[in-house]
T-cell receptor, first 115, second 110 residues
């Protein structure tokens, strides 16, 4: 149980393109979903926390106008990287939790490469 | 601020036992998680400790001492597939938000 599906797994696109990443909880309702970014050989860095039906909470230094998060239902959250540039190239991972004190379950990640 | 420390790298031999330590200093504490992450993949949940003591799950065990701000992950009967990064993460509030350590890269050799 507790499966999180993330799509797409890999994106390669030109600078200036906007990229949308989907995160779905398949067999549970995720009241909270999290978006992380991970650069090579570094740890997971939390970008934002989203709760269904409300605005996302962004971590310090993360541009909310660049990284648009929508959590429209208890099973779907999306991250849109707007006007992506090469420095946005990274491994983006989402996770969902059923509630507080519950482990986060991660999607398979999206490797974003901006040329 | 939040501070989570774990060794950067460890090596061990197939069939052996290895202990990965994690110390933390956080503004609050509501549980500690261990995750396994293979290269290029997302983390996989291994264990959760909220009370002091040892939690055992098959070949993996995790220990917590809240007064010392200390945890360890114990891996027994190591297998080659256990070569991965092991992430210690602390939940510092009643919400699900986690702060991750930088991870310990474990290399298991034959």
């Amino acid at each position: 149980g507790a499966v999180v599906s993330q799509h797409p797994s890999r994106v390669i696109c030109k600078s200036g393109t906007s990229v949308k990443i989907e995160c779905r909880s398949l067999d549970f309702q995720a009241t909270t979903m999290f978006w992380y970014r991970q650069f090579p050989k570094q740890s997971l860095m939390l970008m934002a926390t989203s709760n269904e039906g409300s605005k996302a909470t962004y971590e310090q230094g993360v541009e909310k106008d660049k990284f648009l998060i929508n959590h429209a239902s208890l099973t779907l959250s999306t991250l849109t990287v707007t006007s992506a540039h090469p420095e946005d190239s990274s491994f983006y991972i989402c996770s969902g939790a059923q509630g507080s004190n519950q482990p986060q379950h991660f999607g398979d990640g999206t490797r974003l490469s901006i040329l | 601020g939040q501070n989570i420390d774990q060794p950067t790298e460890m090596t061990a031999t197939e069939g052996a036992i290895v202990q990965i330590n994690c110390t933390y200093q956080t503004s609050g504490f509501n549980g500690l998680f261990w995750y396994q992450q293979h290269a290029g993949e997302a983390p996989t949940f291994l264990s959760y400790n909220v009370l002091d003591g040892l939690e055992e799950k098959g070949r993996f065990s995790s220990f917590l001492s809240r007064s010392k701000g200390y945890s360890y992950l114990l891996l027994k009967e190591l297998q080659m597939k256990d070569s991965a990064s092991y992430l210690c993460a602390v939940q510092d509030s009643g919400y699900s938000t986690l702060t991750f350590g930088k991870g310990t890269m474990l290399l298991v050799s034959p």
